[in-house]
């Protein structure tokens, strides 16, 4: 058995509130940090749930730096590992991984330091905590005060990313039943988060929801139809700037880098195909900005901790409102302000309802088709998109965000569709219910393909609605979906069907209005994007000056330049132009490791610029 640690706060130990602003340059906590960190240095199990750029590390890296011993951080992500462990290390933290990417003589090191109580946090994916017998005897005789169980979502069959793996870990409380364990995750319903709490076995946890709100996204959805040449114009606005497109498959994925980089965009593709070498080199030079756009399947996480990525795009629909939102997050960590765009297309969901089957499990089979549905609706959505995100998470929102592409094409006119509404739904109960939205269009518009059955013709339905195209039919299909008055069955064949409030339309009763820009694409009430750093020009060019020095000092010292120091606290850098240590030591990120290490150099270039522009 693992020996055990109590876990307080020892009097000899810095507080945490001294260790955020001494080792990782914040003059105070967010949101429900402090509490968490309380709880955890109370000795109590604790389930975090916070967006992406929240701010979930420090909840257990500052109680295992407040705590005597060693936190085990539990992590799937190979590419996380690296960075948080390089990022700790600039910040004199000892932090070190045990992974594949490791060498015998790197592992055996490792293992000597673990064992002569010379790491703070050690990183280790599940499958190597549990399965790794050499390794279990090496942690023995370790003071262990906490165990991170990091991506906890992965424990839940109901989740969007499930790992087999992560079922063992409730293990640990036979080897460690008095060690606090704390759980983190960015993305879960209601329905994974109890899942999470009974598969870990957690004891009397304490249960934090932290708002989901990224305020600095701003989430769009376009037409996939022409979506290449869309995607050029808005990553004109991005020149210079990160960003991730997000392809349905490997394939695609390989295209698309290739059509970029010949339409001057430096791009990389990322996917489980790739030689695993490739893959890290591709990954390499994307985290170090040797590249601005990595395009990765959607199927494959990259786990990156990369802060000042501006844009996420997604070529495809996603596959669950989870997974989404996860991967829009990675945008704006630092903070600043970012933009999700997705582009959808219905082809989509239909390929992808045969993907989200689970083979033997009807059960699990069902929630996965309708998380892809609620993903669906929400790309097909008229109201607020931020409202939607929200509400999925169980949290309250106002109709308007100001930031969405609904909301910023403000209100819009209504025009009355009630008369092709009782057409739709005359044609869906002449059917029977019993056929999908593509033959109900060419029942609708009097197609003669080969599809159509002679008997259908003879209907009152057939070509009663020919005077609008096949295309506008789709998209008034759609629309009467989001309003209720038609609905898809399940199943592997989906059909429409009726609604309660059908009868009402047929009967005259009720009025269907959509809003009359329904076939246009969103127009933003803003002429362009706000600066990327909403400073002057003769600040943007100090910005370019110290990312410039940035870059150089991350190669130098082998590390992706966002883990010297972030976007934003080289915009903190430009807004207070500190002159000495102590005014170097206010800027945001900066704590008493980079000032020993990177204070004077950029002190000395913002000196020169000021010198240069005074």
């Not at 959509?514 to 910005?543: G, H, M, N, Y």
């Amino acid at each position: 058995m693992l020996e055990q640690t109590e876990t307080y706060l020892r009097p000899s130990m810095p507080t945490p509130i001294q260790i955020l602003k001494e080792t990782f340059g914040y003059d105070s906590f967010r949101g429900d940090q402090e509490a968490i960190i309380e709880s955890i240095c109370g000795s109590r199990d604790t389930l975090v749930l916070m967006p992406t750029g929240g701010g979930k590390s420090l909840c257990y890296q500052i109680p295992a730096l407040a705590m005597e011993g060693m936190c085990v951080v539990i992590s799937p992500l190979i590419a996380l590992m690296k960075d948080q462990v390089d990022a700790l290390r600039l910040n004199g933290v000892e932090a070190v991984f045990l992974n594949s990417t490791l060498t015998a003589v790197q592992t055996q090191e490792t293992l000597r330091k673990i064992q002569n109580a010379e790491v703070k946090l050690l990183y280790v994916a599940p499958e190597r905590l549990l399965s790794d017998a050499y390794f279990m005897d090496a942690l023995k005789g370790c003071k262990i005060n906490l165990i991170a169980v990091d991506e906890a979502h992965c424990i839940s069959q109901w989740g969007h990313d499930f790992r087999p793996e992560y079922l063992q870990l409730a293990k640990l409380r036979i080897s460690l039943p008095d060690v606090p364990m704390i759980a983190l995750t960015a993305t879960a319903d209601q329905l994974t988060r109890d899942d999470i709490l009974n598969k870990l076995e957690l004891k009397a946890p304490k249960v934090f929801v932290s708002s989901f709100n990224r305020a600095n996204i701003e989430y769009h959805v376009q037409p996939k139809s022409g979506s290449f040449d869309k995607l050029v114009d808005f990553l004109e606005d991005y020149k210079g700037d990160s960003g991730i497109i997000y392809t349905l498959s490997r394939k695609q994925t390989e295209q698309l880098s290739v059509k970029l980089n010949e339409h001057g965009f430096q791009s990389r593709p990322y996917h489980a195909g790739l030689k695993r070498d490739v893959r890290e080199q591709n990954q390499d030079a994307f985290l170090k900005d040797d590249v601005q756009i990595i395009v990765a399947t959607i199927a494959f996480g990259m786990g990156i901790d990369k802060s000042n990525v501006r844009f996420v795009v997604h070529m495809n629909l996603p596959k669950n409102i989870e997974g989404y939102y996860q991967e829009t997050g990675r945008a704006g960590r630092d903070g600043l302000e970012s933009k999700a765009l997705l582009f959808y297309s219905s082809g989509d969901l239909f390929q992808l309802r045969e993907f989200a089957r689970v083979e033997g499990n009807d059960a699990q089979s069902q929630i996965m088709l309708q998380k892809l549905d609620e993903m669906a609706t929400y790309s097909e959505l008229h109201t607020c998109r931020r409202k939607y995100l929200l509400n999925y998470f169980d949290e309250q929102a106002p109709d308007d965000c100001e930031s969405c592409d609904n909301c910023m094409r403000g209100e819009e006119e209504k025009e009355d569709m009630t008369r092709e509404a009782q057409m739709a739904l005359s044609a869906v109960s002449r059917l029977n219910e019993r056929r999908g939205m593509g033959y109900v269009i060419q029942l609708l518009t009097g197609s003669d393909s080969e599809q159509m059955l002679e008997v259908h013709k003879t209907l009152p339905t057939y070509g009663v609605g020919d005077q609008h195209t096949q295309k506008l039919w789709k998209k008034l299909l759609h629309a009467f979906l989001r309003e209720g008055i038609l609905e898809v069955s399940s199943g592997k064949y989906p059909v429409l069907q009726l609604t309660d409030k059908s009868k009402e339309v047929l009967q005259g009763n009720a009025r269907v209005l959509l809003p009359k820009t329904i076939l246009e694409e969103p127009k933003k009430k803003t002429s362009a994007r706000k600066s990327r750093t909403a400073l002057t020009v003769q600040d943007e060019a100090l910005f370019e000056r110290l990312r410039d020095l940035r870059r150089r000092l991350a190669d130098a010292a082998g590390v992706p330049a966002f883990v010297v120091f972030s976007d934003a606290a080289l915009v903190d850098m430009c807004d207070k132009l500190p002159h000495d240590n102590e005014t170097f030591l206010s800027v945001s990120g900066v704590g008493k490791a980079k000032l020993d290490q990177y204070g004077k150099v950029f002190l000395e270039e913002i000196g020169q610029h000021k010198q240069e522009t005074a």
